[in-house]
């Protein structure tokens, strides 16, 4: 991941283009750093052609007066003159053997490792530059572009810029090219050219941008004979270390410099100012006062986050960042993990494309395409007619209770002031987002509640599915049972989950005759009228990440549908009351299934997506409704609209971001990792299981069985772990005490998987009182998930 040195600036030089004198213009700084600083090193981690033309070689052979404090190095070296991704093929053929292509991940490592082995190398202050080949998008030796490779390592950029004919083109293109990935680009530095005077027009462009552009006079034709061009170049090179009234290579080295010392000026700011500033969700400031509590996200990449290293010290020659895996999927959002590039270029096409349009009677492709895909292939699929778009999940939920209700109200002719007094049957633990409406959608004692709240309705205590000891277990509450709570052992996870086989069983008889009854008893209190059902199926994500048996929730499903004699169950209208699945967490495959209606045997009438629906990118929800829903508001009457909305309903950006998100959902889920980490969960040999995780079934089941847990459960991506804890809840520290320790990174075990550019890494996680929960993203390798599952296991055993 990121590396940044106090003592050592690292600047990465890329070229807009091939030819633009991205090698003279590197010995140039070379030069310069050799010139005022005590040492300098130079990579180039990938050369081809012979060795009298090879950069690492130019530059030694220039910077020989410094020879005592230039270091240059190669990493990778082929004879064949073309693109790095055929010359190592041709390397291998020529050879006769069959050599793997080294992986970008391999490729980075090394790259990475040699700068922090420079680091450790010098405690003076020093500079290095790591050299490209070719422009910004040549192939690596894998095929994959640079600007895609190298990314992992987040390293501050020169942009050499194209003096040639069309180079005003090419440098904004590889510029614009660098900052869509989120490179930092410190300057562009080009020739003078007395005919094109690019760097003219560019200075004058960028300026306005805030970017600094630095030139020099071009270098001087090469000599035919070898000795009189060496004299002629070092003469030119020399040239460039004389200060002139332009903005040269000496600028330019001072410009470096004094962007590398704000940004550690900057970094080491940013947690007292963020104390001084920012009031956080969800955290009691009051425990949280010290600069050491502030976690200073540098950067993201993959799974990763870049965080400043707390302990870092002036005199360290270790990196003032280190990689933290992302343990909760920033808040569940994640899918391919932080900053995956075509959901940027998504979100730039479209805000390229419409910025943000009108939506009320208007469309726009991304938002259409995006409803249709929902509806017609997605979770919507052979229930939905219509998709309503909002800005995140707790409006998207907001929204489907304005359906639901009105639908109900509608049904029964309730009048005004009878509408006002309708709640909603949910379950003990739910939570539906932070806004007063659908606060008023979960119990009256939950911790998430505020001083307006106003609980509506009715909530059942579910039961939960857990593996404990090893076993898969159901613990029934004492309000469904009136004996006491109860734990019934299940055959397997996949039969606790095979709903249609389960619906004849002695407990969807327990279920049954519970629900009916309480459903019968709440009809005899004058204060209570219910008009919608809300679930969060399967899973309740901020309650405490409990995993309700879906048995319960399907009966409880089924008994509300048939108990309005008033209506008759059927696919073309909702019966008994409204139900409404909220997906916003587990929803389009966090749980490993795209939406939870086929494995409960029964769809909603309405559900809302969010959180993965754009990749973890930018804010959007999507509430889909059955026509049946969409009819009641169908009038000549504008007041029996859907009178809801909000300024930055279907923005194109998130659309087009979801829709690319959606697209490649379908490649991850029929990859061979994706299958491989299925087929671990099958029940039997050949024997399909609906449910299944990317955790691995034999951590899970050693895990239930430690000494400080109470019981631990698993579906897709998440893994929740409770611990045993008499102060139980969600106030308890107890899950965040015992993990403390993953946060930082075991530097000594380098046998365990480590982050894109080879360092160990801590991971950040978060706990809901006595429960841990970790979550990957879809995309999270085998590797890191078992190194992951180290590092909790030893945490979990005090190691």
Known sequence: MSLLFKHLRVHQVFGANTDVGKTILTTALVRASAFTKSGVFYLKPVSTGSMDVADDEHIKRYTAPWSDHVFTECLYRYQEPVSPHLAVKIAAEESGQSQPIPTDETFVTSVANHIRECASKTKRTSDMYVETAGGVHSPTLSGTTQVEAYRPLFLPTVLIGDSKLGGISTTISAYESLILRGFIVDSILLFRDAYYRNWEYLQEYFADRGVHVASVEAPPEPLANPSENFVSTQRYYDSLLVPTAEDGILSA???????????????????????????????????FKEEKDVTVIDSAYSDY???????????????????????????????????HSSLTLAAARAAGRYGHVMFPRATNLPALKLAETLIQDGPGKGWASRAFFSDDGSTGMEVALKMALRAFSKRHNLDRASQKTLGVLGLKGSYHGDTIGVMDACEEDGVYTCEWHNAKGFWLEPPSVSIQNGEVTVTVPDSITKNGVKTYEMQSLSW???????????????????????????????????????????????????????????????????????????????????????????????????????????????SVNAKILTGGLVPLAVTLASNSIFEVFLSDNKADALLHGHSYTAHAIGCEVANETLSLIKKVTSSADYVYAQQRWQPNPGEASKVWSLWDPNFIDAVSKMEKVSDVM?????????????????????????????LSPEEDNKTLSSSPGGAPFGVHYRTLGNVAYFMSSLTTSGATLRTLEDKIWKALAGQ
């Open 253 to 287: 080295l001072q410009h470096l410099d004094q962007c590398h010392v704000k940004r550690l000026k900057e970094i080491d700011s940013m947690p007292r100012r963020t104390l001084d500033s920012i009031w956080w969700p969800f955290v009691q400031h009051g425990l």
């Open 714 to 742: 698993t579906l897709g991506t998440v893994l929740a772990i409770k611990l045993k804890d008499d102060n139980a809840g969600y106030t308890s520290h107890s899950a965040e005490a015992v993990f403390r320790t993953i």
């Open 305 to 339: 986050f870049s965080i400043r290293t707390p302990s870092a010290s002036a005199s360290s020659q270790t990196s003032l960042l280190q990689p933290q895996f992302d343990g909760s999927a920033s808040w569940w959002t994640q899918t391919f993990g932080h900053t």
């Open 496 to 606: 606790t989950y095979d709903i249609q086989g389960r619906l004849s069983s002695e407990l969807a008889t327990i279920y049954r005759n519970y629900l009916q009854a309480t459903l019968e008893s709440l009809k005899n209190k004058d204060n209570i009228r219910l008009g919608a059902l809300v679930l969060e199926p399967l899973v309740m994500g901020a309650g405490g990440m409990i995993f309700v048996d879906p048995l319960f929730q399907r009966v409880l499903i089924d008994v509300v549908r048939n108990s309005d004699s008033s209506a008759t169950p059927s696919h073309s209208s909702w019966s008994g009351l409204p139900v409404i699945f909220d997906e916003v967490f587990v929803g389009l495959h966090r749980i490993g299934m795209e939406s939870t209606s086929p494995l409960l045997g029964v769809s909603p009438d309405i």
